[in-house]
Protein backbone atom coordinates (compact mmCIF):
# COMPACT_ATOMS: atom_id res chain seq x y z
CA UNK A 1 0.00 0.00 0.00
CA UNK A 2 1.07 3.09 -1.03
CA UNK A 3 0.27 5.76 2.21
CA UNK A 4 0.59 4.68 6.07
CA UNK A 5 -3.39 4.84 5.85
CA UNK A 6 -3.47 2.58 2.90
CA UNK A 7 -1.66 -0.08 5.20
CA UNK A 8 -4.25 0.94 7.96
CA UNK A 9 -7.15 0.16 5.97
CA UNK A 10 -5.95 -2.37 4.59
CA UNK A 11 -5.12 -4.49 7.70
CA UNK A 12 -8.85 -3.20 9.13
CA UNK A 13 -9.96 -4.90 5.57
CA UNK A 14 -7.77 -8.39 6.55
CA UNK A 15 -9.48 -8.48 10.14
CA UNK A 16 -13.02 -7.08 9.37
CA UNK A 17 -13.57 -7.40 5.44
CA UNK A 18 -14.54 -5.29 2.99
CA UNK A 19 -16.01 -2.10 4.21
CA UNK A 20 -18.45 0.36 2.66
CA UNK A 21 -17.70 3.15 0.75
CA UNK A 22 -18.69 5.29 3.40
CA UNK A 23 -16.44 4.38 5.96
CA UNK A 24 -13.49 4.11 3.35
CA UNK A 25 -14.34 7.98 2.48
CA UNK A 26 -15.03 8.85 6.44
CA UNK A 27 -11.14 7.47 7.00
CA UNK A 28 -9.75 9.00 4.07
CA UNK A 29 -10.83 12.62 5.43
CA UNK A 30 -11.05 12.26 8.90
CA UNK A 31 -8.51 9.97 10.29
CA UNK A 32 -7.10 11.36 13.62
CA UNK A 33 -3.62 11.03 12.67
CA UNK A 34 -4.13 10.50 8.67
CA UNK A 35 -6.98 11.67 7.45
CA UNK A 36 -6.80 14.25 4.30
CA UNK A 37 -8.08 17.38 6.50
CA UNK A 38 -6.54 16.88 9.55
CA UNK A 39 -2.48 16.94 8.03
CA UNK A 40 -3.32 20.22 6.48
CA UNK A 41 -4.56 23.02 4.68
CA UNK A 42 -5.36 22.01 1.17
CA UNK A 43 -6.90 25.29 -0.61
CA UNK A 44 -5.12 27.48 -3.26
CA UNK A 45 -2.85 27.50 -6.09
CA UNK A 46 -0.02 25.30 -4.48
CA UNK A 47 -2.75 23.02 -2.69
CA UNK A 48 -4.83 20.84 -4.16
CA UNK A 49 -7.93 22.96 -5.25
CA UNK A 50 -9.30 26.69 -4.92
CA UNK A 51 -12.83 27.39 -3.39
CA UNK A 52 -15.24 30.23 -4.44
CA UNK A 53 -14.78 32.01 -1.23
CA UNK A 54 -10.47 31.82 -2.03
CA UNK A 55 -11.72 33.12 -5.67
CA UNK A 56 -13.47 36.12 -4.40
CA UNK A 57 -13.94 37.84 -1.31
CA UNK A 58 -17.35 38.93 -3.04
CA UNK A 59 -18.80 35.38 -2.53
CA UNK A 60 -18.34 35.61 1.33
CA UNK A 61 -19.68 39.48 1.16
CA UNK A 62 -22.64 39.00 -0.64
CA UNK A 63 -23.69 35.89 1.76
CA UNK A 64 -23.40 38.39 4.46
CA UNK A 65 -26.06 40.02 2.33
CA UNK A 66 -28.36 36.87 2.39
CA UNK A 67 -27.75 36.41 5.85
CA UNK A 68 -28.74 40.01 6.93
CA UNK A 69 -31.75 39.60 5.12
CA UNK A 70 -32.57 36.22 6.67
CA UNK A 71 -32.06 38.37 10.21
CA UNK A 72 -34.31 40.91 9.14
CA UNK A 73 -37.04 38.40 7.80
CA UNK A 74 -35.98 36.89 11.38
CA UNK A 75 -37.40 40.08 13.29
CA UNK A 76 -34.05 40.98 14.44
CA UNK A 77 -33.13 38.33 17.19
CA UNK A 78 -29.83 39.75 19.45
CA UNK A 79 -28.04 37.65 19.60
CA UNK A 80 -28.21 35.67 16.34
CA UNK A 81 -26.10 32.35 16.50
CA UNK A 82 -23.92 32.67 13.41
CA UNK A 83 -22.88 29.51 12.35
CA UNK A 84 -20.47 28.13 9.73
CA UNK A 85 -19.69 24.32 8.74
CA UNK A 86 -16.29 23.43 7.57
CA UNK A 87 -14.80 26.95 7.23
CA UNK A 88 -11.21 25.96 5.60
CA UNK A 89 -9.27 28.93 5.68
CA UNK A 90 -12.00 31.17 7.76
CA UNK A 91 -11.80 33.41 4.63
CA UNK A 92 -15.78 33.55 3.91
CA UNK A 93 -16.23 34.44 7.13
CA UNK A 94 -14.21 37.65 7.20
CA UNK A 95 -15.91 38.69 4.20
CA UNK A 96 -19.34 37.40 5.47
CA UNK A 97 -18.47 39.54 8.67
CA UNK A 98 -17.26 43.17 6.42
CA UNK A 99 -20.13 42.95 4.32
CA UNK A 100 -22.45 42.85 7.58
CA UNK A 101 -20.90 45.85 9.46
CA UNK A 102 -22.76 47.72 7.12
CA UNK A 103 -25.90 47.22 9.16
CA UNK A 104 -24.37 47.69 12.38
CA UNK A 105 -27.02 46.50 14.21
CA UNK A 106 -26.69 43.50 12.83
CA UNK A 107 -23.33 43.41 13.27
CA UNK A 108 -23.86 43.78 16.68
CA UNK A 109 -25.94 40.99 17.03
CA UNK A 110 -23.65 38.38 15.75
CA UNK A 111 -22.50 35.78 17.64
CA UNK A 112 -20.04 33.59 16.22
CA UNK A 113 -19.66 29.92 15.92
CA UNK A 114 -17.36 27.72 13.71
CA UNK A 115 -17.64 23.64 13.68
CA UNK A 116 -14.14 22.48 12.75
CA UNK A 117 -13.23 19.20 12.71
CA UNK A 118 -9.50 19.45 11.69
CA UNK A 119 -6.74 21.06 13.85
CA UNK A 120 -4.87 22.30 11.42
CA UNK A 121 -7.93 24.05 9.39
CA UNK A 122 -8.91 25.23 13.01
CA UNK A 123 -5.53 27.06 13.67
CA UNK A 124 -5.88 28.62 10.58
CA UNK A 125 -9.53 29.86 11.01
CA UNK A 126 -8.50 31.53 14.56
CA UNK A 127 -5.33 33.22 12.81
CA UNK A 128 -7.60 34.65 10.27
CA UNK A 129 -10.36 35.59 12.70
CA UNK A 130 -8.37 37.46 14.99
CA UNK A 131 -6.59 39.30 12.14
CA UNK A 132 -9.62 40.63 11.21
CA UNK A 133 -10.64 41.26 14.96
CA UNK A 134 -13.84 38.97 14.91
CA UNK A 135 -14.32 36.80 17.94
CA UNK A 136 -15.73 33.68 18.01
CA UNK A 137 -16.05 29.76 19.70
CA UNK A 138 -14.98 27.01 17.21
CA UNK A 139 -16.61 23.39 17.87
CA UNK A 140 -16.35 20.00 16.86
CA UNK A 141 -19.76 19.39 15.85
CA UNK A 142 -22.93 21.32 15.73
CA UNK A 143 -24.23 19.89 19.29
CA UNK A 144 -22.16 22.03 21.63
CA UNK A 145 -23.40 25.37 19.84
CA UNK A 146 -25.80 26.92 22.34
CA UNK A 147 -29.30 27.08 21.45
CA UNK A 148 -31.35 30.52 19.68
CA UNK A 149 -31.89 31.87 16.69
CA UNK A 150 -29.29 30.24 14.33
CA UNK A 151 -28.10 31.80 10.71
CA UNK A 152 -26.01 28.95 9.08
CA UNK A 153 -23.91 29.20 6.45
CA UNK A 154 -21.93 25.64 5.03
CA UNK A 155 -19.61 26.38 0.93
CA UNK A 156 -18.26 22.90 -0.38
CA UNK A 157 -19.06 21.30 3.06
CA UNK A 158 -21.96 18.62 2.80
CA UNK A 159 -19.23 17.24 -0.35
CA UNK A 160 -17.15 16.01 2.13
CA UNK A 161 -19.64 13.89 4.15
CA UNK A 162 -18.97 10.35 3.57
CA UNK A 163 -21.57 8.28 0.48
CA UNK A 164 -23.14 5.14 0.64
CA UNK A 165 -23.18 3.44 -2.98
CA UNK A 166 -25.31 1.22 -3.96
CA UNK A 167 -25.12 -0.78 -7.24
CA UNK A 168 -27.98 -2.47 -9.20
CA UNK A 169 -26.96 -6.13 -10.07
CA UNK A 170 -28.84 -9.36 -11.58
CA UNK A 171 -30.09 -9.99 -8.08
CA UNK A 172 -30.97 -6.37 -6.87
CA UNK A 173 -29.11 -3.64 -5.41
CA UNK A 174 -26.18 -4.01 -3.59
CA UNK A 175 -23.98 -1.92 -1.35
CA UNK A 176 -20.27 -1.22 -3.07
CA UNK A 177 -17.25 -1.65 -0.36
CA UNK A 178 -13.62 -1.57 -0.78
CA UNK A 179 -11.60 -4.61 -0.45
CA UNK A 180 -8.33 -6.17 -1.14
CA UNK A 181 -7.52 -8.11 -4.74
CA UNK A 182 -3.99 -8.29 -5.52
CA UNK A 183 -2.67 -7.07 -2.74
CA UNK A 184 -4.37 -3.33 -3.59
CA UNK A 185 -7.43 -1.93 -2.62
CA UNK A 186 -10.49 -2.68 -4.89
CA UNK A 187 -14.07 -2.05 -4.95
CA UNK A 188 -16.29 -4.75 -4.99
CA UNK A 189 -20.19 -5.60 -3.83
CA UNK A 190 -21.21 -6.77 -0.63
CA UNK A 191 -23.67 -9.96 -1.02
CA UNK A 192 -26.31 -8.85 1.53
CA UNK A 193 -29.39 -7.15 -0.27
CA UNK A 194 -29.85 -3.11 0.66
CA UNK A 195 -33.03 -2.58 2.23
CA UNK A 196 -35.51 -1.08 -0.41
CA UNK A 197 -35.74 1.93 1.71
CA UNK A 198 -32.12 3.17 1.18
CA UNK A 199 -33.19 3.88 -2.53
CA UNK A 200 -35.63 6.82 -3.79
CA UNK A 201 -38.91 5.22 -4.84
CA UNK A 202 -38.65 6.77 -8.28
CA UNK A 203 -35.23 5.65 -9.34
CA UNK A 204 -35.62 1.87 -7.14
CA UNK A 205 -36.65 0.27 -10.65
CA UNK A 206 -33.46 0.11 -12.94
CA UNK A 207 -31.07 -1.55 -15.04
CA UNK A 208 -28.29 -3.64 -13.94
CA UNK A 209 -25.23 -1.54 -13.35
CA UNK A 210 -26.78 1.91 -12.49
CA UNK A 211 -25.95 3.16 -9.05
CA UNK A 212 -27.23 5.46 -6.49
CA UNK A 213 -25.52 7.39 -3.55
CA UNK A 214 -27.04 8.30 -0.55
CA UNK A 215 -25.50 10.45 2.61
CA UNK A 216 -26.74 9.34 5.79
CA UNK A 217 -24.69 12.46 7.88
CA UNK A 218 -26.47 15.30 5.05
CA UNK A 219 -29.76 13.51 6.86
CA UNK A 220 -28.56 13.77 10.11
CA UNK A 221 -27.33 17.13 9.92
CA UNK A 222 -30.88 17.95 8.78
CA UNK A 223 -31.89 16.60 11.60
CA UNK A 224 -29.52 18.25 14.06
CA UNK A 225 -30.79 21.37 12.11
CA UNK A 226 -34.17 20.27 13.06
CA UNK A 227 -33.71 19.95 16.58
CA UNK A 228 -32.42 23.40 16.83
CA UNK A 229 -35.22 24.90 15.21
CA UNK A 230 -37.64 23.43 17.62
CA UNK A 231 -37.86 26.93 19.72
CA UNK A 232 -35.96 29.07 17.62
CA UNK A 233 -35.94 30.33 14.00
CA UNK A 234 -33.47 28.97 11.77
CA UNK A 235 -31.78 29.16 8.09
CA UNK A 236 -28.94 27.01 6.88
CA UNK A 237 -27.75 27.78 3.85
CA UNK A 238 -25.49 25.03 1.75
CA UNK A 239 -23.62 25.96 -1.35
CA UNK A 240 -22.28 22.85 -3.09
CA UNK A 241 -21.83 21.20 -6.45
CA UNK A 242 -24.24 18.85 -7.22
CA UNK A 243 -28.01 17.26 -8.47
CA UNK A 244 -30.96 19.77 -7.55
CA UNK A 245 -32.88 16.20 -8.76
CA UNK A 246 -32.13 12.79 -7.08
CA UNK A 247 -30.53 10.76 -10.06
CA UNK A 248 -28.83 7.40 -10.99
CA UNK A 249 -25.61 8.10 -11.00
CA UNK A 250 -21.71 7.41 -9.14
CA UNK A 251 -19.66 11.19 -8.31
CA UNK A 252 -16.74 9.87 -5.69
CA UNK A 253 -13.92 11.46 -6.93
CA UNK A 254 -10.58 11.79 -5.83
CA UNK A 255 -8.43 15.62 -6.10
CA UNK A 256 -5.00 15.87 -5.82
CA UNK A 257 -2.54 18.95 -7.26
CA UNK A 258 -5.96 20.17 -9.18
CA UNK A 259 -6.77 17.02 -10.87
CA UNK A 260 -8.78 14.03 -10.91
CA UNK A 261 -6.77 10.51 -9.38
CA UNK A 262 -8.07 7.39 -9.00
CA UNK A 263 -10.00 7.21 -5.38
CA UNK A 264 -8.31 4.21 -3.83
CA UNK A 265 -4.68 5.19 -4.56
CA UNK A 266 -3.55 7.01 -2.15
CA UNK A 267 -5.85 7.28 0.94
CA UNK A 268 -5.43 10.39 2.77
CA UNK A 269 -3.15 11.82 0.12
CA UNK A 270 -6.72 13.65 -1.88
CA UNK A 271 -9.43 15.00 -1.20
CA UNK A 272 -12.52 12.82 -1.54
CA UNK A 273 -15.93 14.11 -2.21
CA UNK A 274 -19.45 13.32 -3.75
CA UNK A 275 -21.89 15.39 -5.26
CA UNK A 276 -24.71 16.70 -2.80
CA UNK A 277 -28.30 15.67 -3.70
CA UNK A 278 -29.76 18.51 -2.66
CA UNK A 279 -33.23 16.90 -3.26
CA UNK A 280 -32.48 14.30 -0.27
CA UNK A 281 -31.26 16.64 1.64
CA UNK A 282 -34.73 18.41 1.33
CA UNK A 283 -36.73 15.58 1.77
CA UNK A 284 -34.66 14.82 5.26
CA UNK A 285 -35.40 17.95 6.59
CA UNK A 286 -39.22 18.41 5.45
CA UNK A 287 -39.50 14.96 7.14
CA UNK A 288 -37.71 16.41 10.23
CA UNK A 289 -40.44 19.28 10.50
CA UNK A 290 -38.13 21.92 8.42
CA UNK A 291 -38.95 23.64 5.20
CA UNK A 292 -36.73 23.33 2.05
CA UNK A 293 -36.35 26.05 -0.63
CA UNK A 294 -35.95 25.55 -4.15
CA UNK A 295 -32.49 24.61 -5.53
CA UNK A 296 -30.63 27.35 -7.24
CA UNK A 297 -27.46 27.52 -9.53
CA UNK A 298 -24.68 29.35 -8.16
CA UNK A 299 -25.09 31.71 -10.56
CA UNK A 300 -28.59 32.80 -10.23
CA UNK A 301 -28.22 32.68 -6.55
CA UNK A 302 -25.24 35.71 -6.45
CA UNK A 303 -26.74 37.79 -9.26
CA UNK A 304 -30.10 37.92 -7.29
CA UNK A 305 -28.15 38.66 -4.22
CA UNK A 306 -26.31 42.14 -6.03
CA UNK A 307 -23.26 40.15 -7.45
CA UNK A 308 -22.99 42.91 -10.65
CA UNK A 309 -23.08 45.92 -8.91
CA UNK A 310 -20.81 44.17 -6.00
CA UNK A 311 -18.32 43.46 -8.31
CA UNK A 312 -18.35 46.94 -10.24
CA UNK A 313 -18.09 48.60 -6.62
CA UNK A 314 -15.19 46.45 -5.83
CA UNK A 315 -13.31 47.26 -9.20
CA UNK A 316 -14.58 50.90 -9.13
CA UNK A 317 -12.72 51.56 -5.44
CA UNK A 318 -10.14 49.44 -6.62
CA UNK A 319 -9.15 49.94 -10.33
CA UNK A 320 -5.89 48.61 -10.21
CA UNK A 321 -7.16 45.32 -9.11
CA UNK A 322 -9.86 45.48 -12.24
CA UNK A 323 -8.73 42.42 -14.41
CA UNK A 324 -8.51 40.26 -10.85
CA UNK A 325 -11.60 40.84 -9.72
CA UNK A 326 -13.54 40.49 -13.62
CA UNK A 327 -11.87 37.34 -13.69
CA UNK A 328 -12.50 36.10 -10.06
CA UNK A 329 -16.23 37.23 -10.28
CA UNK A 330 -16.33 35.48 -14.18
CA UNK A 331 -15.42 31.91 -12.79
CA UNK A 332 -17.97 31.91 -9.81
CA UNK A 333 -20.63 32.24 -12.19
CA UNK A 334 -18.96 30.33 -15.55
CA UNK A 335 -22.35 28.90 -16.93
CA UNK A 336 -20.30 26.03 -18.69
CA UNK A 337 -21.63 22.63 -17.24
CA UNK A 338 -18.93 22.06 -15.42
CA UNK A 339 -18.60 25.85 -14.09
CA UNK A 340 -18.75 26.88 -10.24
CA UNK A 341 -22.24 28.67 -12.00
CA UNK A 342 -23.65 25.64 -13.21
CA UNK A 343 -22.52 22.76 -11.00
CA UNK A 344 -22.52 24.59 -7.82
CA UNK A 345 -26.13 25.21 -6.51
CA UNK A 346 -27.41 26.83 -3.66
CA UNK A 347 -30.62 25.61 -1.40
CA UNK A 348 -31.71 26.67 2.05
CA UNK A 349 -33.23 24.93 4.73
CA UNK A 350 -35.63 26.54 7.51
CA UNK A 351 -38.26 27.04 9.87
CA UNK A 352 -41.49 26.79 7.76
CA UNK A 353 -42.79 30.25 7.13
CA UNK A 354 -39.39 32.17 7.19
CA UNK A 355 -38.75 34.13 4.10
CA UNK A 356 -35.17 33.48 2.98
CA UNK A 357 -34.44 35.28 -0.29
CA UNK A 358 -32.82 34.32 -3.54
CA UNK A 359 -34.21 30.85 -3.17
CA UNK A 360 -37.12 30.55 -4.60
CA UNK A 361 -37.60 29.73 -8.71
CA UNK A 362 -40.48 31.84 -10.26
CA UNK A 363 -43.69 29.41 -9.93
N1 LIG B 1 -15.92 26.21 3.40
C1 LIG B 1 -14.52 26.28 3.05
C2 LIG B 1 -13.83 24.91 3.09
C3 LIG B 1 -14.42 23.77 2.32
S1 LIG B 1 -13.49 22.27 2.48
C4 LIG B 1 -14.34 26.94 1.72
O1 LIG B 1 -15.33 27.11 1.01
O2 LIG B 1 -13.22 27.30 1.39
C5 LIG B 1 -14.33 21.38 3.74
C6 LIG B 1 -14.18 21.92 5.12
O3 LIG B 1 -14.99 21.12 5.99
C7 LIG B 1 -12.79 21.88 5.72
O4 LIG B 1 -12.64 22.99 6.58
C8 LIG B 1 -12.81 20.56 6.50
O5 LIG B 1 -11.82 20.47 7.47
C9 LIG B 1 -14.19 20.61 7.06
N2 LIG B 1 -14.81 19.34 7.45
C10 LIG B 1 -14.83 18.19 6.75
N3 LIG B 1 -15.58 17.25 7.37
C11 LIG B 1 -16.07 17.85 8.49
C12 LIG B 1 -16.93 17.42 9.54
N4 LIG B 1 -17.45 16.19 9.55
N5 LIG B 1 -17.23 18.31 10.52
C13 LIG B 1 -16.73 19.57 10.49
N6 LIG B 1 -15.91 20.02 9.52
C14 LIG B 1 -15.58 19.18 8.54
Not at 20 to 29: D, K
Not at 267 to 296: C, I, K, N, Q, Y
Not at 324 to 343: F, N, Q, W, Y
Request: charged content about 20%.
Amino acid sequence: MTTPLGREIAELIATEGPIPVSRYMALCLGHPCHGYYMTRDPFGAEGDFTTAPEISQVFGELIGVWAASVWEAMGRPNPVRLIELGPGRGTLMVDLVRAATALPAFRAALDIHLVETSPVLAARQRETLSAAGIAATWHAGLDTVPAGPTILVANEFLDALPVRQFVMTEKGWRERVVGIAEGRLAFGLAPDPVPSALIPDRLRQAAPGAAFEACPACDALAGGLANRAADAPLAGLFVDYGHAVSTHGETLQAVKDHGFVDPLAEPGEADLTAHVDFESLGRAATAAGLSASDVVTQREFLFRLGLAERAEALARANPAAFETIRSGVERLVDPAPSGMGALFKAMAIHSPGLIVPALHLPA
